[in-house]
């Protein structure tokens, strides 16, 4: 069964320059999440997404981050203008439904020059 | 607020020398606690889920325990390919998870 698939796997921008990433979750899975991970730390959660609607997104920065689940299988996450603050790795996850364990992709290294 | 604290921060151990790792949790209401495995440059890699205190989980050198306000990852005669980082989460009522900060594990031959 193919895991979590994301792209692109490494990406490098000017800061104020726009940046999107993009997730294809298990096959089957409903619930799908966008993470963020500093180094030296844990993941953060930015989205998760119950089918095509975001249903906590509490912690994404609404003036600068934006997502999308079309259909309800993939996802994009937007970064406009991104900012030297947001390099980062860029982590999708996606589970049978909110209970279950969540399994990550590889994960977005993103870094702002 | 939700909160977890994982100890040590890094650990380095002797191939065949057994340790624990542990996370200590505040959440109201806990649904859930998860640990996972992280090697560099990859995504963390579900290990084990833990629902009530008492239970307990196995697989091959790594065994979890939970209690109300903690959880232990035992490594029993760890090898090289245990090397990582452990990474703890728990799931409170919003079902979102919670990481701690993980453990880097340094298993030397």
């Known amino acids: 069964e193919a895991g979590v698939v994301q792209s692109p796997r490494y990406k490098i921008i000017e800061k104020k320059q726009p940046v999107a990433f993009w997730c294809n979750p298990i096959?089957?899975?409903?619930?799908l999440y966008w993470y963020r991970q500093n180094l030296g730390q844990g993941p953060e959660l930015l989205i998760r997404y119950e089918n095509e609607e975001a249903v906590d997104d509490s912690q994404l920065p609404k003036d600068r981050f934006s997502a999308e689940r079309l259909k309800g299988v993939d996802s994009t996450l937007k970064i406009q203008p991104a900012e030297l603050g947001d390099s980062a790795v860029y982590l999708c996850a996606s589970s049978l439904d909110q209970r279950n364990e969540q399994f990550f992709g590889p994960g977005t290294r993103l870094t702002v020059l | 607020e939700d909160q977890v604290t994982q100890s040590p921060e890094a650990l380095r151990l002797q191939e065949g020398e057994s340790s624990s790792l542990n996370c200590s949790y505040t959440v109201s209401g806990l649904r859930g606690l998860f640990w996972y495995r992280q090697d560099p440059g990859k995504g963390p890699e579900f290990l084990f889920t833990?629902?009530?205190a008492g239970e307990e989980k196995e697989k091959e050198r790594l065994k979890a325990t939970l209690t109300k306000k903690e959880s232990f990852l035992h490594i029993t005669a760890p090898k090289p390919e245990d090397s990582a980082t452990y990474l703890c989460?728990?799931?409170?009522?919003?079902?979102?998870?919670?990481f701690g900060k993980g453990t880097s594990l340094l298993v030397t031959p």
């Open positions: 989460a728990v799931q409170g009522p919003g079902y979102a998870l919670n």
């Open positions: 833990l629902y009530s």
């Open positions: 096959s089957g899975h409903n619930t």
